[in-house]
């Protein structure tokens, strides 16, 4: 009898495992999809002749990304973990273990994945002025360094930010960021933000006065389409992270933990909902008619606000942390636009950075088991260290690339667009202006939150 019930407890075992591994696989698709997603989201938001130059970074994001995270940034994490955690012991044959182990390497992808993401989040901050060598530059950096401490100081069951870790330690309590409001996501757009001041406007942005000049982008279609994909993929980056759909009771019997997948799904669902309702209502009122460019920011914002929190929350909770993010980010914008100018192209820093601090902040004011002063203290210290550090090393990498590659094409080649300068390619070939001055019409209704093509037509020349 004895005998039969370990051999069943063994079986539960492994099929636990299997379920929770092929699980994980299926999530770490959907995080990838969320790729497509960024490309169509910033090359709607961007004029025609720099649409190929997007998507070539988008496609340089993964390709390199990949490679210097498995080359570098999953040891650097480790090591990130290990070296700020009270008693841990460093080893660095143990940090980069990873790399000929096969039983490390389903987990390694679900590591990328989040990775990749922090990666192309910049790609839209800096969109249209940067040469593709110095985002390059950047990308690996960010991969292999900047992301991986971050990840590591926070995830992993050490580093800094744990609870075993010396600030956690210090506080009483572990930082609470479920699935990357912060990490990932606030990581993605304060980097942005330093990137896009550090390269500075796009030529015609602001007048000679300093007033913003809409620049629209060419397609609010795929901008819209690009914001759909993402939040499809968010299920897999949200629920995903509860990798844990089946586990094994004490008595060895099978237990789906499906309400903890319900509340992580609802809590998600709620808050895309409320970001883009809440951001359609900032627009409506502010403007006098809702903004849709504004209000697929909103969904986005509204995404990234309960990333962190899904499992920790109420779903009232995350109905009002969704909405403060979608009502947030018109406004966040047009501060970081008007006044501080800061020429941020797809509303990176609203979107991800600002949202993302909020609705990782607010986590004990909707928690399930109540607030404590505590978790919000220790959510406080969290953010700020993620921001001083991104923008630290975000600036340092920066300038590094300025002095190697330089970090803006010259004006001719910004006017003629990077596709043709940074790539020779053409991404509509059917609207090239044969006279050879560069320029490319097609419809540009939208492309820039809140701008509308000026003669009301929706067509304009782009140069």
Known sequence: MLEGALLAQADAGTLVNGVNTVWTLVVCFLIFFMQPGFALLEAGQVRAKNVANVLMKNLMDWGMGVIAFFALGMGVSALAGVLTTPGAEVSISSAFSYVNDDGSWVGWLFSAVFAMTAATIVSGAVAERIKFKAYVFYSIGLTAFIYPVISGFAWGGNGLLSSAGYLGQAIGVGFLDFAGATVVHMLGGVAGLVGAYMVGPRRGRYDADGNSQPIPGHSITLAVLGTFILAFGWYGFNVGTQAAVLSVTEGGALAFNGAALGRVALNTTLGMGGGAVAAAIVTGWSDGKPDPLFTASGLLAGLVAVTGAVPHVTWVGG????????????????????????????????????????GTLLIPVFAVDGFSASQLAMQAAGIAVIVVWTVATTAVVFKLADVVVGLRPDEDDEDLGLDRSEHGYTAYPEFVDTAGDGGVTVSSGGGEPGAMATDGSGVTDDD
């Open 319 to 358: 109905l009002v942390l969704g909405a403060i993010g979608g009502a947030q980010a018109p406004i966040v914008y047009r501060w970081v636009t008007d006044s501080l100018k800061v020429d941020d192209v797809a509303a990176v820093f609203p979107v991800h950075g600002s949202a993302g601090a909020i």
